[in-house]
């Protein structure tokens, strides 16, 4: 059974966890650079971006994670986790992982009376659209030719990516019952992706 | 693009989960506490050791406060309106306030009914003492909850009694047979419908929160052990002799609560915690948690 880890410094892991261990595999929360051993793949959730990096270098976990990212591990982060992956962030005081190559803007849309819901069209899950989420959300300014963008808001802002075997994804599928997204992830994960 | 929804209110709370809401009154205390990982702060004009020292009538902060607050720092901004106070509640919507705190540590603005939350686009957190209280807030639209403890008296012990009368109430109404569920809500004071939804899920429809009383790392993680999902640190952390490093210490034990190594060592040279208060000592009449119902 694949062993996937969910950062845990501060957020809404719980809810990846859940969803991950309805999908048969073995999730566990990592709150310090020893829990990553033995990992098939990462997920850093939702929550808010500057207490989970803060909480990172804290505990030495950047490092780790950044190495991880180099050699090709799959990691998939929603909206703080999509920040934290980013090479370069606008509003942002902290250095990022800079684990993808994109720029992202953080609370782009604004403050919280902002956020929204909306359905989202995403080819590599096909139809239907996705019930996304979005809280005082990120959204992608720009990408490297290595990533490919996989969902935009009809506006044409992108709102998901992927590179290699990393996925960023602005909104919050754990605060869903749609399990399509995280299947997605683990299909990269056993090599199938 | 729905705003405003259900489910975007809920989701914020659900992102805050697992870090500290610290109170500042100005925007250097914003970003000391942005740096020192808060998940949010609470925009006040005093802190409620303050509060309850000059005593008066307590009410919704400056505009002005506020506004410079959301300029100094990135995360969310909350502030606090009176209990009933729909008013003070529409204005700090539309300062753009993140989250509102219908909060017991003002003056209430009236005794017999809270704000209707649900006519809100921002998402309302309210206090509670047990678990009638707490869905009662729920069913009013709250999208999230924090016990009340006794603010302002940097004493913990207000604060275990409610996350416990909350938590123990829950584990009942888990393991009742349904058919006493009705009987229950009816004791409770709480609609049958969201006794029903303890009673399948075990917890709080929305998250659930301890405020009231956290002065050290070690009271935050007894907090988040009995069933909090997160901590508001009030006078705490700028009633301390080192602000700083008490409210980096609070994230840490927050963050690492079940892990009493690294709550020692984050216990380590933090100077004075802010000054406590035997709750036995407070009159009756000035004690903040039997505000509201």
């Known amino acids: 059974m694949k062993k996937i880890g969910v950062l845990a410094q501060q957020g809404a892991f719980v809810e990846h966890i859940a969803l991950l261990r309805r999908l048969e595999v073995e999730a566990f929360p990592v709150r310090v650079a020893k829990e990553l051993d033995g990992l098939d793949g990462l997920i850093i959730p939702g929550g808010e971006s500057s207490s989970i990096g803060i909480l990172m270098k804290e505990y030495d976990l950047v490092e780790p994670v950044r190495r991880l990212a180099k050699r090709g591990f799959p990691i998939m982060g929603t909206c703080a986790g999509m920040i934290l992956m980013a090479k370069r962030i606008s509003g942002w005081h902290l250095e990022p992982l800079g684990a993808m190559d994109m720029d992202v803007r953080r609370n782009a849309f604004g403050r919280q009376v902002d956020s929204f819901e909306t359905a989202l069209e995403i080819p590599v899950i096909g139809k239907p659209p996705f019930h996304a989420v979005f809280i005082r959300a990120p959204y992608i300014e720009k990408v490297g030719d290595g990533v490919d963008i996989l969902a935009r808001l009809p506006n044409g802002i992108g709102v998901a990516a992927r590179e290699g075997s990393m996925v960023a994804l602005a909104f919050h599928p754990e605060l869903t019952n749609d399990l399509r997204l995280h299947s997605y992830f683990l299909d990269i994960v056993c090599g199938k992706g | ?293």
């Open chain 2, 1 to 293: 693009m729905d705003k405003g929804t259900w489910t975007v209110k809920c989701g914020l709370a659900q992102m805050l989960k697992g870090g500290v809401i610290m109170d500042v009154v100005t925007p250097e205390h914003a970003k000391i506490s942005e740096e020192a990982g808060a998940c949010a702060v609470m925009a006040l004009e005093r802190v409620p050791a303050d509060i309850r020292d000059e005593g008066g009538v307590a009410r919704m902060a400056d505009p002005t406060v506020i506004e410079a607050i959301k300029e100094a720092v990135s995360i969310p901004v909350m502030a606090k309106c009176r209990i009933g106070h729909f008013v003070e509640a529409q204005a700090l919507e539309a300062l753009g306030v993140d989250f509102l705190d219908e909060s017991e540590v003002l003056t209430p603005a009236d005794e017999s009914h809270h704000i209707w939350k649900h006519d809100f686009k921002v998402p309302f957190v309210c206090g509670c003492r047990d678990l009638g209280e707490a869905l009662r807030r729920i069913a009013e639209g709250a999208a999230m909850i924090r016990t009340k403890g006794e603010a302002g008296t940097g004493n913990i012990v207000e604060a275990v009694r409610h996350m416990r009368a909350v938590m123990d109430e829950m584990r009942k109404i888990q393991s009742m047979p349904t058919d006493e569920l009705t009987a229950e809500a009816k004791a409770l004071g709480a609609p049958l419908e969201l006794v029903v939804e303890v009673h399948k899920t075990g917890k709080l429809p929305v998250v659930n929160f301890a405020a009231g009383g956290i002065a050290t790392p070690a009271d935050a993680a007894l907090m988040m052990q009995l069933g909090a999902e997160g901590v508001f640190v009030g006078s705490g952390i700028f009633k301390s002799s080192d602000p700083e490093q008490m409210a980096r210490a609070i994230v840490k034990a927050t963050t690492h609560y079940r892990d009493p190594e690294i709550i020692a060592e984050v216990s380590k040279g933090l100077g004075a915690a802010m000054p406590g208060i035997d709750i036995k000592t407070i009159p009756q009449d000035e004690l903040l948690a039997p505000r509201g119902w």
